[in-house]
């Protein structure tokens, strides 16, 4: 049987499943169904998916198709470059009268849904959308003055405490009536090229794409790692992380079923007083709570993926140098954590997520490289690389969220060596040249005496990189890079306040940085030290985004060679101390911010969001305050403000341990 006119499409994007998809089960609800997926990666600007976000994806669409067609329909692929004339063209050629599909929240989806419904709802046609990606849509979860949320701590305990639980996964359909597809063929949609393919073919003998994969992968963690996930989650040289990251990415798995899962094995455990495996779902629980924590920050502060959410920031003079950048993503710091880290996701698309935590606060308070560069190239090259995940979680490292790192605090990698990775495998696993290396020096071995280095074959700055800058020396550096910030920030404050000026610094967040689309590495064994910042670059490197800034400074690297011979460097490295900036004596880095936060005589939640709800006349009501979301709700929209930072969070003392167990626990 084959439906006829007024049937209705599914609009699948990041939901790549057909169990708890509300934007299918209406649809199959409503009568024939044309399930339609659209490629538009243009509309994507700068966040061009990268390669093995790509393989990810086809291999995904794959699945989905075949289980479309186990139901009774087949998945429509469009290629485009404007999603809005791909959508009314296959109304079209399907005499379509519905749209159905889920909520993202990253703002180029805000934008684009906007349009979407705006333009089909001109023609005639009822638009409707869901929640499928979160616990709770993030204009329900509010403190007690209907206001956001600006902690995550605050946050993650107001959703665990709603009034309502979060609704039961959807069942997939039984069978689904297809609509008429006869003038509305499939295009081919490519994600690779040749030269992509052989690595591709690898990804495949570690990753099962696909949602009935994700629910395998899903049921094996909870029955086996997440017993002692709170034990063995620190440890980078094993998988004892849950490894659902992408399959959620995707929307191959429900994070409410996973929710629902994991608190029903937390009830029988609690049940039996295992306390111990408690503590592990909590900590599991916690890092889905950063997972819709940065969705949350992303819908209410659709900027947070550029500008920094805490304005003094603005004025940080961050480094530009490109090759530092190159050492970096080619896993030649002469910092073993950090470069086994860098060459790992390079060769896998997969990073643990301390290690994550380690080669991006490297990136930032050693090397003080701006942190769109690396959330930048983590997006190339993660396969669960995520807009919003990410962009938290940079901000996250980088200071500029009320509960986030103190960007003053440096955590040398040495000592984060022994911490995650103690006997030294992961280091070894990645990096071969230091295989032989005595687990003693496996984490610093510029320390170590010749004989050793000898024995193992080793020859700094030969065939593995003396430390491309020591850490007692990029603590000078960063104190005095954060001094000339608060100078600049005193300074704009000033001049605002005096109504003589509008304040400096602000072009330099709204310059948006070019970045490039060859992602292709040049492997060199050449020593790092003495660079000079490249003039022209050899065609298989990847290249540096351009930033153009008053605020950045241009440097030339520092001699590594001196470092392993200075008398700072010849002795064992001390545990660092956490050193605060000493703008004022005595004053914090979380004092500093806390003063900034409240300069403002009263804080503005909703300068970068003006939420209102939408008459749809096929909503039966909004979301908010009602649990009627699987029947179409009305999502506030966002106008762009006038204003351009946001600098109404003001901190508290509840910080998050660590935002990138978003993404990969």
């Known amino acids: 049987m084959r439906g006829g006119g007024g049937c209705s499409i599914v609009w699948f994007r990041r939901d790549l499943r057909v169990e708890d998809n509300p934007a299918l089960t209406a649809g199959v609800r409503a009568g024939a169904v044309v399930a339609v997926f659209i490629w538009a990666p243009e509309e994507e600007g700068q966040y061009y998916p990268g390669r093995v976000s790509r393989w990810w994806l086809k291999q995904s669409l794959g699945h989905l198709d075949s289980s479309l067609r186990n139901l009774g329909t087949r998945l429509i692929t469009k290629r485009s470059t404007d999603t809005v004339s791909s959508l009314l063209e296959v109304v079209k050629f399907t005499g379509a009268t519905q749209l159905y599909f889920n909520h993202l929240y990253d703002t180029l989806s805000l934008v684009k849904d906007h349009r979407v419904k705006e333009a089909l709802n001109t023609q005639g046609i009822t638009v409707r959308s869901f929640n499928a990606d979160l616990l709770y849509e993030p204009w ?70 696909g949602w009935s994969n994700a629910n395998k992968a899903l049921t094996a963690f909870i029955n086996g790692p997440l017993i002692e996930y709170s034990i063995n989650c620190r440890k980078a040289d094993s998988a004892t992380t849950s490894l659902l990251s992408p399959h959620l990415h995707f929307g191959e798995l429900s994070v409410k079923k996973v929710f629902h899962l994991v608190r029903i094995k937390q009830l029988l455990w609690a049940n039996e007083g295992n306390k111990a495996c408690e503590e592990s779902v909590n900590l599991f629980l916690k890092s889905i709570g950063l997972r819709e924590y940065s969705r949350y920050i992303s819908f209410h502060h659709p900027y947070s993926h550029e500008r920094p959410l ?89 200071g500029t969220l009320p509960d986030g790192r103190e960007f003053d605090r440096i955590d040398h990698p040495q000592f984060e060596g022994y911490k995650f990775d103690p006997n ?233 341990t660590n935002l990138f167990l978003a993404k990969a626990s």
């Open 310 to 398: 805490l304005g003094h920031l603005k004025f940080f003079p961050w480094v530009v140098n490109e090759a530092y950048f190159k050492a970096w993503r080619q896993g030649r710091t002469g910092y073993p954590l950090v470069d086994a880290g860098m060459r790992e996701l390079w060769a896998t698309g997969w990073l643990h997520d301390r290690i994550r935590v380690v080669v991006s606060s490297f990136f930032v308070k050693v090397l003080q490289l701006p942190w769109r560069w690396g959330m930048k190239y983590f997006w190339d090259t993660l396969l669960d690389a995520d807009l919003e995940s990410d962009a938290l979680g940079w901000q996250y490292i980088t």
């Open 424 to 656: 030294g495998e992961y280091v070894r696993r990645w990096l071969p040249e230091l295989a032989r290396l005595p687990t003693e020096w496996i984490h610093h071995p510029w320390n170590a005496p010749e004989s050793v280095l000898q024995a193992a074959g080793i020859e700094l700055g030969s065939n593995y990189p003396l430390p491309i800058v020591g850490i007692d020396a990029a603590k000078t550096r960063l104190q005095e890079a954060l001094s000339e910030m608060w100078q600049l920030e005193a300074t704009s404050r000033a001049a605002v306040e005096n109504g003589t000026e509008e304040g400096l610094g602000e072009s330099s967040e709204s310059i948006p940085a070019a970045f490039p689309q060859d992602t292709q590495m040049e492997e060199t064994h050449e020593p790092v030290r003495n660079n000079p910042l490249p003039v022209a670059r050899r065609y298989l490197d990847q290249m540096v985004p351009s930033i153009t800034s008053t605020l950045l400074r241009v440097e030339d690297e520092e001699t590594t060679s001196d470092l392993r011979n200075s008398e700072e460097e010849s002795s064992r490295a001390e545990v660092p101390i956490n050193v605060n900036a000493q703008h004022n004596a005595g004053v914090t880095w979380n004092e500093r911010i806390m003063q900034t936060a409240h300069r403002n005589t009263q804080v503005q939640y909703n300068t970068t969001m003006e939420l209102r709800n939408v008459a749809e006349d096929s909503a039966v009501e909004s979301s908010s305050g009602t649990r009627r979301e699987r029947d179409g709700s009305a999502v506030p929209v966002w106008s762009p403000p006038a204003s351009s930072y946001s600098e109404q969070f003001v901190g508290d003392e509840n910080g998050i």
């Open 140 to 209: 329900d979860v509010n403190d007690v003055h209907a206001r956001p949320f600006t902690t995550f701590a605050a946050f993650w305990d107001r959703c665990l405490n709603m009034p309502y639980d979060p609704d039961s996964p959807l069942l997939p359909p039984k069978r689904i009536i297809p609509g008429d597809v006869s003038r509305c063929p499939s295009d081919r949609l490519v994600f690779e090229d040749e030269s992509e393919k052989a690595s591709n073919a690898l990804l495949a003998r570690a990753w099962s794409p």
